[in-house]
């Protein structure tokens, strides 16, 4: 891919504010998570699809499998070979998702907010504790220190390569990254209005990973 750093970060945050936060406006107000997925062409970084989670329809439809299942529902000539695309996902990918953008052929992904962010700002425990139940086991004689601070999946593997927006930024000039990450700040704080509509509302609906 050819375009700067900071070139990929403006296609980030404008797809965040114009394209999937107005998505995910609606579906947390009919009872969905907070979680957004965008694709878009390497070519030019313009938009191929966006999507919200819709976990009240199913609850595998996490907002990036969303966006995989309705970028395949496109037509041949509107949609581009995943290879030729970028994946972005508002929230870390949890393990569903990750499967989804590797069966899918995506060769890369970016992501807004950390598996961190997604259990303290937001209180959705769930990425981690399905990736250490599930997937991590511990390594015979490994100290508990050591798995405690094994990582959770492989970041760059034969399949993709996964960044945080955070990373992209610290890799700006640094006369650009204040104002970048002052940008950051503005879309953190409307996810912030998103969350607590959601937790307000999640209580009735029904979902097994509330
Ligand atoms: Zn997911």
């Given at each position: 891919?050819?375009?700067?750093?900071?070139?990929?970060?403006?296609?980030?945050?404008?797809?965040t504010?114009?394209?999937i936060?107005?998505?995910t406006?609606?579906?947390?107000?009919?009872?969905?998570k907070v979680f957004g997925a965008?694709?878009?062409?390497?070519?030019?970084?313009?938009?191929?699809?966006?999507?919200t989670n819709?976990?009240?329809?199913?609850?595998?439809?996490h907002g990036e499998?969303?966006?995989?299942?309705?970028?395949?529902?496109?037509?041949?000539?509107?949609?581009?070979?995943?290879?030729?695309?970028?994946?972005f996902a508002t929230h870390e990918p949890c393990?569903?998702c990750?499967?989804?953008?590797?069966?899918?052929?995506?060769?890369?992904h970016y992501y807004l907010f950390t598996y961190e962010d997604t259990r303290?700002a937001f209180?959705i425990?769930h990425d981690?504790?399905?990736?250490?139940?599930?997937?991590?086991?511990?390594?015979?004689?490994?100290?508990?220190?050591?798995?405690?601070?094994?990582?959770?999946?492989?970041?760059?593997?034969?399949?993709?390569?996964?960044?945080s927006v955070?990373?992209?930024?610290?890799?700006?000039?640094?006369?650009?990254?204040?104002?970048?990450?002052?940008?950051?700040?503005?879309?953190?704080?409307?996810y912030?209005?998103?969350s607590?509509?959601?937790?307000?509302?999640?209580?009735?609906?029904?979902?097994?990973?509330?």
């Amino acid at each position: 891919m050819s375009h700067t750093t900071e070139l990929l970060l403006e296609a980030f945050l404008s797809t965040t504010s114009n394209d999937i936060i107005p998505l995910t406006a609606k579906g947390v107000a009919s009872g969905c998570k907070v979680f957004g997925a965008a694709i878009l062409r390497k070519s030019d970084l313009s938009l191929v699809i966006a999507a919200t989670n819709d976990e009240t329809t199913s609850p595998l439809l996490h907002g990036e499998i969303n966006c995989i299942q309705q970028f395949w529902a496109l037509p041949s000539d509107k949609r581009p070979p995943p290879k030729d695309c970028v994946f972005f996902a508002t929230h870390e990918p949890c393990s569903l998702c990750l499967s989804g953008i590797t069966w899918s052929g995506f060769d890369n992904h970016y992501y807004l907010f950390t598996y961190e962010d997604t259990r303290d700002a937001f209180a959705i425990p769930h990425d981690i504790r399905i990736l250490e139940e599930v997937y991590k086991v511990p390594a015979k004689g490994e100290s508990a220190e050591d798995f405690a601070s094994r990582p959770l999946y492989n970041k760059s593997n034969a399949f993709w390569t996964a960044r945080s927006v955070e990373e992209l930024v610290g890799q700006l000039p640094e006369d650009k990254r204040d104002a970048m990450r002052g940008r950051v700040t503005q879309i953190k704080k409307q996810y912030a209005g998103l969350s607590e509509t959601y937790q307000a509302s999640k209580g009735d609906k029904g979902i097994p990973m509330a």
